[in-house]
């Protein structure tokens, strides 16, 4: 009802074995997210400006890793490796279902797949001019099949 307002969504469907495994979707009104303290903000996203934890989570949402699976997926060794898994289980997207192995917990997940999906969406700068020349290449493609 008011004359300056409005809603942000996000969300996600995740399919394993052609079968949706896990889905998730929220809007909230922009007066209620502007109200979301900084310091909040900035502990559910540090995570991810590290790109070796990035790795790590990605790694994670294929399944659960050893310590030495992780190693050889990121190149970290010990010391270097447990920080970053720390700083993943303190913000509560990784968790060690024993001893050494190490799986993507729900709000891991949810967190990663919509970052991702963000930095997808930020990274595409559409220029119209592109997209006509776009648009024209593939029309010519379709007559010279023709």
């Known amino acids: 009802d008011k004359p300056d307002a409005g809603m942000a969504f996000f969300g996600g469907i995740q399919k394993k074995d052609g079968k949706i495994s896990s889905s998730h979707f929220s809007g909230h009104d922009i007066e209620s997210i502007l109200k979301c303290s ?76 919509t970052v991702l999906a963000m930095a997808m969406t930020l990274e595409k700068r559409i220029i119209p001019e592109e997209v006509e020349a776009t648009f024209l290449e593939s029309r010519k493609e379709e007559k010279a099949k023709q």
């Open 38 to 113: 900084p310091k909040r903000i900035a502990n559910l996203l540090s995570p991810f400006s590290n790109e070796q934890r990035v790795l790590i989570l990605k790694t994670l949402l294929e399944g659960d890793r050893s310590s030495s699976e992780l190693s050889q997926t990121t190149g970290l060794e010990g010391g270097q490796l447990y920080h970053h898994l720390k700083e993943l289980a303190l913000a509560e997207y990784m968790d060690q279902k024993e001893r050494g192995i190490y799986s993507l917990t729900e709000k891991g997940q949810m967190a990663l797949l």
